[in-house]
């Protein structure tokens, strides 16, 4: 499966548009990262817990989009979009990534 962020594959034809494929992935972020990521917030530099979780959220958003990509019939997914939010209130935060682009037959 070929993913890209552009209109087109180079040196392949599109043949076959199936319209938009989405992947998505909702994650929790426990109190325990948060306690420890103010903390990082405070005296600065990177918070690992963080970043783990995002790249886990983007993998599972990308391998959704992939699945769904295939069931269409598609071989590959153009113009690939990558959306963050933290969505939640009263410390319930929790992390979206959504990911769209549209499958494709490319020969």
Known sequence: MIITTTSSVEGRKIAAYHGIAVGEAILGANVFKDIFASITNVIGGRSGSYEQELARAREEALSDLKKTAEEMGANAV??????????????????????????????
């Open 78 to 107: 153009v113009g690939v979009d990558i959306d963050y939010e933290v969505i939640g209130t009263g410390g319930s935060n929790m992390l979206m990534v959504s990911i769209s682009g549209t499958a494709v037959t490319v020969s």
